[in-house]
């Protein structure tokens, strides 16, 4: 009982608006205090300026916070910077989760190349010639979840080009122009690029499991919530649990906080699995959920969709992919009737249509023809031809192209991008 309550008055706080608000405040009054003498020092302080607004109450707030983090890049010089104290897993010139989408056809027809993550556009800058890229490729990214980070607010400011930004939430439309000029926003998520041929529904009376739960073992997915409903429910429940360890936490942890609430037997519980079995189990599952309060564009609630399994979601996360969740696809839960509501979703699972919805609104088949549109036009506009189409980007779980044609005829220009930057891009599996 001790632990549960721990448990419960830990995330309370972690999530309470005057804790956040004071925690915003303090660590922006230390970097005051903190002195700024050298490229180091100075990206600390963007660093924890960034925390600040990541934790702040306003909008005003957050734009006080970025007046002053911009005051703090025009005093940075990125070439001194080293970022191997920033950023992990950098030395290596090898951009794994990217791919190329268009090959460079010309002066006047540049490439397109989509590189994920933060991590990734760093190496872009430490390893290769960026401004001879820029003048090749359009380059298209996709931040993992706040825009307020580090290199967020320095990569646009080195990157001698203009920057494609996929979105992780809906105010990321407003932000991340102001954060930079030379961002142009694409109105797409992490979680547009599924692809639903990797999906194989079942029927709904030959699944498995009533819930599947999808995530990391972080704390920030808040599994205690689950087992605290779970605990005032039917006991004949068959719920999935599947994840990645994470913040040193494991499978084990896991077990241990179901013990705390006497539902660790109604638990399967599976860690680190493969990217193909877990799209045969999110089709196993009757419903689908996700608990965290704040995160990006959470891609397994669109996988999840795609495997005609139904998701809920807690009523006012700031989930990406909320937006998803209609009549059709699942349902947003309050918390503090959330045994009730979700023994309710449960019971109804089968009134909803995921798959269908999907299908016509987000797969990555869709999503690339708005890409590719978006640039297009942009392309246009700046009188540069295009006379090539992007090939399909599917996400799965790192970015790759979704035929083998497009991998086939793309692997030349990997190639040529290798010699002529050294850089290498995409897996070395031969999916890329």
Known sequence: MLNRWLSDIEDKLRYHPLVRRFWSRWTSLRDSLLPRRNPQALARSIRRLCAAARY?????????LQQRIERRLQELDEARLDWSQFVPDIAEPWLAKAVVLKPFVGPNEKGVVFISFENQWIKLLRHGDHREFARRYHLVIAPSSSPHNLVNYVFPTAYSGSIFTLISNPGDLDVLPRIAPKFVVVPLYASHWV???????LPRTDRVYDLVMVTSWGKVKRHFALFKALKKMRPDIRVLLIGQDQEGRSADTIRKEARWYGVENWLTILANQPYEMVTQLLCQAKASVVLSKREGSCVVVAESLFADTPVALLEGAEIGSRVFINAETGRLLREHELAQELGDF?????????????????????STRTLNDFIKQHALAQGEEWTRDLAVLEWSPDPCLARALDQSSLAAEREDIRRRFGLEIGSRTGSM
């Open 195 to 201: 692809n639903p041929e990797r999906f194989r529904p």
């Open 56 to 64: 702040a109450d306003s909008d005003k707030r957050v734009r006080s």
């Open 346 to 366: 449960l019971a109804h699972s089968d009134r909803y249509a995921p798959r269908a919805w999907a299908e016509r609104n987000i797969s990555c088949f869709r």
